[in-house]
């Protein structure tokens, strides 16, 4: 009896260890990478490194900028994110296109960039250029504009000036899509001082050709070799 007893209380203790160990409290199980949607986690591990920690002070366009995210849409932003930009460091990070985030992770993404770093833009009250232009600008009228609007900063040739580097070398351009040459053009880059379409020249803000024709002059020197 005492024999028969023992068994009964050893297969209930190992029917409970069983049960107990596979039990786990949600806080305990593993969270699969494809289902992370928390802003903070999804965008340091995938965006910080050329965005900045806290969207800033990176080498690429600051996200934490509320004149930027006034200017470019939100199907933009999804859309660069999930397909990259073609010829520049941008990847894609769709998993469609090759990349490892799932849609809702880049929805999760670009409501976070919107919720953390929106804001009032500066430009509130005022109509910039426009983020895109379907029309080609002038390359010809963008050297004038340009030798107007940046030469105080880059030098009149674009090669480097006394604050700024240059904007025409290869290594420079062949990293650098012309919409990305637009958008700094209009918005500037807010964490490191660079003037937008405003503020190049006191009381001359740019219109949306004069940006047009001047990324047509820099993107006519790729190729060339300095």
């Known amino acids: 009896m005492d024999r028969c007893r023992r068994e009964v209380v ?7 260890a069983a049960a107990t160990s596979g039990c786990a409290s949600p806080a305990e199980q593993a969270v699969r990478p494809e289902q992370v949607t928390d802003f903070k986690t999804l965008y340091e591990t995938n965006c910080a490194g050329c965005h900045g920690v806290d969207g800033r002070r990176g080498a690429a366009q600051p996200l934490n900028d509320p004149e930027y995210l006034a200017l470019v849409s939100d199907s933009r932003l999804t859309d660069v994110t999930s397909r990259g930009v073609s010829g520049t460091p941008m990847t894609a990070f769709a998993v ?6 799932t849609n809702a992770q880049v929805r999760a993404l670009v409501d976070g ?7 009032t833009p500066p430009t509130a009250g005022t109509t910039p250029p426009a983020y895109s232009d379907g029309e ?12 107007t609007h940046c030469a105080r900063c880059h030098g009149l040739d674009g090669s480097g000036g006394p604050t700024a580097g240059s904007v ?4 420079f351009l062949s990293l650098t899509s012309d919409q990305s040459l637009r958008t700094t053009i209009i918005v500037g880059r807010s964490d490191e001082n660079i003037p937008g379409w405003r503020e190049y020249v006191p009381g001359q803000p740019m219109t949306n050709q004069q940006v047009s024709d001047v990324v047509a002059w820099l993107a006519s020197h790729r190729g060339n070799h300095d």
């Open 96 to 101: 469609d296109a090759g990349g490892t985030l």
């Open 10 to 16: 050893l297969i209930a203790l190992l029917f409970a």
């Open 113 to 119: 960039v919107r919720r953390h770093w929106g804001g």
């Open 136 to 147: 080609p600008g002038d390359f010809a009228r963008g050297r004038t504009t340009f030798e």
């Open 168 to 171: 025409v070398h290869e290594s």
